[in-house]
């Protein structure tokens, strides 16, 4: 499950992470709840979703307070896109760049969005209306163009 | 449809951004080995400190207990060594195929295995688990009857027959737990080792 979904889960990691340390942290974070909550994923919604549901909260609930975190092995995570500077790193830089100006709520579901998911399946992970995501949206990608226009 | 084609104009860079952190994941080695060998071993090691528990417990502690017991306990006659004599025999027993189910398992060494030995073993050890408490069951049940009427010292003495029969019931329902467990546990190592050979 790990190999097949680990782009997503660090897909969500990198958008919601300051630098490289931090998405390691994340991303054995989101594995340890993947793998906590995994007896009780029941199979009401799709593995995928799940996942998504998952990495996106615990991202969004992360706090960089040691204290009380339960420890952890060191796990490297073999690539630096913050570092990189490469043409593409460069282009994924300036997605990060807008993207993590935005706030958690609205980050998540941009990704949802980039990822190609329906309105529905957006809702379905973040928990609110159709509605609701279709609004959000329109903001989320209004908040985007503005930035574009201020480059 | 429109909003789309509105959504594709304005959102090219993005969506050809994201397509790029994608294309650069997929060639991309993402460590989890390392997580995946440490749980590994971490189940492995409970399992083994499982057994080695179980081992300690029905060579050692159950039949000093029943040792114990029958010096201590000769007040009344059969009922009383008989009962710690059967204790100290359902505890070799129980030692025996503990040891049986542990050489056939071999966890300690089950991830240097070849797949098909390792899950072999794995299903010979579930079938083993399964004949072992069958087997085990009926001593038990006669343990479990023994130690109710003995603790009520064979007269209807219903709060100590309650209380006993209880107790029995508990701990019984919370080895099963236990056992279970460690078999789920065996179960996941094999999965694991499947993953890390891929």
Same mark, same amino acid.
């Given at each position: 499950?790990?190999?097949?979904?680990?782009?997503?889960?660090?897909?969500?990691?990198?958008?919601?992470s300051?630098?490289?340390?931090?998405?390691?942290?994340?991303?054995?974070?989101v594995l340890?709840?993947?793998?906590?909550?995994?007896?009780?994923?029941?199979?009401?919604?799709?593995?995928?979703t799940?996942?998504?549901?998952v990495?996106?909260?615990?991202?969004?609930?992360?706090?960089?307070?040691?204290?009380?975190?339960?420890?952890?092995?060191?796990l490297?995570?073999?690539?630096?896109?913050?570092?990189?500077?490469?043409?593409?790193?460069?282009q994924?830089?300036?997605?990060?760049d807008?993207?993590?100006?935005?706030?958690?709520?609205?980050?998540?579901?941009?990704?949802l969005?980039?990822?190609?998911?329906?309105?529905?399946?957006?809702?379905?992970?973040?928990?609110?209306?159709?509605?609701?995501?279709?609004?959000?949206?329109?903001?989320?990608?209004?908040?985007?163009?503005?930035?574009?226009?201020?480059? | *449809?429109?909003?789309?084609?509105?959504d594709?104009?304005?959102?090219?860079?993005? +969506?050809?951004q994201?397509? =790029? #952190?994608? +294309?650069? #994941?997929?060639?991309?080695?993402?460590v989890?080995?390392? #997580?995946?060998?440490?749980? *590994?071993?971490?189940?492995?090691?409970?399992?083994?400190r499982?057994y080695?528990?179980?081992m300690?417990?029905?060579?050692?502690?159950?039949p000093?207990?029943?040792?114990?017991?029958?010096?201590?306990?000769?007040d *009344?006659?059969?009922?009383?060594?008989?009962?710690?004599?059967?204790?100290?025999?359902?505890?070799?027993?129980?030692?025996? =195929?503990?040891?049986?189910e542990?050489?056939?398992l071999?966890?300690?060494?089950?991830?240097? +295995?070849? *797949?098909?030995?390792?899950?072999?073993?794995?299903?010979?050890?579930?079938?083993?688990?399964?004949?072992?408490?069958?087997?085990?069951?009926?001593? #038990?049940?006669?343990?479990?009857?023994?130690?109710?009427?003995?603790?009520?010292?064979?007269?209807?003495?219903?709060?100590?027959?309650?209380?006993?029969?209880?107790?029995?019931?508990?701990?019984?329902?919370?080895?099963?737990?236990?056992?279970?467990?460690?078999?789920?546990?065996?179960?996941?190592? =094999?999965?694991?080792?499947?993953?890390l050979?891929?």
């Amino acid at each position: 499950m790990v190999r097949e979904f680990r782009q997503t889960i660090y897909t969500v990691c990198y958008f919601f992470s300051k630098d490289k340390e931090e998405v390691n942290d994340l991303f054995q974070e989101v594995l340890i709840n993947l793998w906590r909550g995994f007896p009780s994923f029941r199979g009401e919604s799709a593995l995928k979703t799940w996942i998504w549901r998952v990495s996106l909260n615990t991202c969004s609930n992360y706090e960089r307070k040691r204290r009380g975190r339960v420890q952890t092995i060191p796990l490297s995570v073999g690539i630096d896109l913050y570092n990189d500077d490469d043409d593409h790193t460069i282009q994924i830089q300036k997605l990060y760049d807008r993207i993590n100006r935005l706030d958690p709520f609205d980050r998540a579901i941009i990704l949802l969005w980039l990822e190609n998911m329906t309105y529905q399946e957006i809702a379905n992970v973040v928990g609110i209306t159709l509605s609701n995501v279709t609004t959000r949206l329109f903001r989320v990608k209004e908040q985007l163009k503005a930035m574009s226009n201020n480059k | *449809m429109n909003q789309q084609i509105v959504d594709m104009a304005d959102f090219q860079d993005l +969506k050809s951004q994201f397509g =790029l #952190l994608h +294309k650069k #994941l997929e060639h991309q080695r993402i460590v989890t080995d390392e #997580l995946l060998q440490s749980s *590994m071993k971490a189940k492995m090691n409970s399992v083994n400190r499982w057994y080695k528990q179980r081992m300690l417990l029905s060579g050692v502690a159950a039949p000093v207990v029943a040792v114990v017991f029958i010096a201590h306990n000769c007040d *009344m006659g059969v009922a009383s060594w008989g009962f710690g004599l059967l204790v100290l025999l359902v505890a070799l027993l129980e030692l025996i =195929l503990t040891l049986s189910e542990y050489r056939t398992l071999d966890i300690v060494h089950l991830a240097t +295995k070849s *797949m098909t030995e390792a899950t072999e073993r794995v299903c010979r050890h579930r079938k083993m688990v399964a004949r072992n408490q069958f087997i085990l069951s009926v001593p #038990l049940v006669v343990v479990v009857v023994w130690t109710v009427l003995y603790a009520s010292r064979f007269t209807l003495n219903l709060p100590i027959f309650v209380l006993t029969s209880a107790l029995i019931v508990v701990s019984l329902m919370w080895g099963f737990k236990l056992l279970k467990r460690r078999c789920r546990q065996v179960d996941e190592v =094999l999965h694991q080792i499947e993953q890390l050979r891929q």
